[in-house]
T-cell receptor, first 114, second 109 residues
Framework: EAQVTQNPRYLITVTGKKLTVTCSQN?????MSWYRQDPGLGLRQIYY???????DKGDVPEGYKVSRKEKRNFPLILESPSPNQTSLYFC?????????????FGEGSWLTVV | EDQVTQSPEALRLQEGESSSLNCSYT??????LFWYRQDPGKGPEFLFT???AGEEKEKERLKATLTKKESFLHITAPKPEDSATYLC??????????FGTGTRLKVLA
């Protein structure tokens, strides 16, 4: 089954404690991205990757890091989480980016930073 | 600046009461307009992709249309299970998807 898998689905952490949210896709997609979703603000792009070892900032990259060492994986790293990073996070992938390609989403990761 | 605006923010319908959701956009170089359905706490689920003005697509009670400035999602004779948030997005340039904030639809039995 074609899917985007995120882990963990739910996490409560403390300010400053580094964490990683993993994302894996099994569709051989080149394009992967991370979004955060907050009430009233919709989906905002954090980072995206066009292919292995190629990443770039989205609209809200501050406080986040990413890496793309393998085509299927695109982890999101919060080096020093802060309460304003409490949000619902989605990983997504598409074949070759927005040029008419449908983007597929994971189930989401609820992150609370206290 | 590329922008996607959805209206209304929220919509309550009686079962069987047809209506339309609007997605207006300004984007340099449209690379497709996408509609998604999102249930609470879940990831967005793909519904349609539209590429050019005049294009229409249908799926069960849903029909999406596209003009040069906006897209409509028509819901015919909705049922309670159609209750969800409907998201519109556009592909812009080579690397960006831009999402609207969604329309929360509630269909009452």
């Amino acid at each position: 089954e074609a899917q985007v898998t995120q882990n963990p689905r739910y996490l409560i952490t403390v300010t400053g404690k580094k964490l990683t949210v993993t994302c894996s896709q099994n569709m051989n997609h080149e394009y992967m991205s991370w979004y955060r979703q907050d009430p009233g603000l919709g989906l905002r792009q954090i980072y995206y990757s066009m292919n292995v070892e190629v990443t770039d900032k989205g609209d809200v990259p501050e406080g986040y890091k990413v890496s793309r060492k393998e085509k299927r994986n695109f982890p999101l790293i919060l080096e020093s989480p802060s309460p304003n990073q409490t949000s619902l996070y989605f990983c997504a992938s598409s074949l070759q980016g927005p040029s008419g390609n449908t983007i597929y989403f994971g189930e989401g990761s609820w992150l609370t930073v206290v | 600046e590329d922008q996607v605006t959805q209206s209304p923010e929220a919509l309550r319908l009686q079962e069987g009461e047809s209506s339309s959701l609007n997605c207006s956009y300004t984007v340099s170089g449209l690379r497709g307009l996408f509609w998604y359905r999102q249930d609470p706490g879940k990831g967005p689920e793909f519904l349609f992709t539209l590429y050019s003005a005049g294009e229409e697509k249908e799926k069960e009670r849903l029909k999406a249309t596209l003009t040069k400035k906006e897209s409509f999602l028509h819901i015919t004779a909705p049922k309670p299970e159609d209750s969800a948030t409907y998201l519109c997005a556009v592909g812009s340039g080579t690397y960006k998807y831009i999402f609207g904030t969604g329309t929360r639809l509630k269909v009452l039995a």
